[in-house]
């Protein structure tokens, strides 16, 4: 099973922008579809946005045009670029990594990082 582990988070003022990034410990190429979620105090988790295998992206409404979501499967790295974030978008933010196969093993998840965003 991978291991991943997020970086990048802080705090941050409105408008402002962070860039998220998400290490795996081993190759993701050709294996995993990557994800970010995000979780905010007393709110469910829930999918931000989506990087399939072949690169292609989705997005919750909330963060469509401001997000972008990008992998590198030479580094094994996953990135979350947030442009324009609001306090709405406080939240502890998770990477996962969803295997197309069970032979690689179950989904994954990284500890989590905090962003921020307030005066």
């Known amino acids: 099973q991978v291991q991943l582990m997020e970086s990048g988070g802080g705090l941050v003022q409105p408008g402002g922008s962070l860039r998220l990034s998400c290490t795996a410990s081993r190759s993701i190429f050709s294996i995993y579809t990557m994800n970010w979620y995000r979780q905010a105090p007393g709110k469910q988790r829930e999918q931000v946005a989506t990087?399939?295998?072949?690169?292609?992206?989705d997005y919750a409404d909330s963060v469509k045009g401001r997000f972008t979501i990008s992998r590198d499967d030479v580094k094994n790295t996953v990135t979350l670029q947030m442009n324009n974030l609001k306090p709405e978008d406080t939240a502890v933010y998770y990477c996962?990594?969803?295997?197309?196969?069970?032979?690689?093993?179950?989904?994954?998840w990284g500890p989590g990082t905090q962003v921020t965003v307030s005066l």
């Open positions: 990087i399939g295998r072949t690169g292609s992206t």
């Open positions: 996962n990594a969803v295997p197309w196969s069970a032979f690689y093993g179950d989904s994954s």
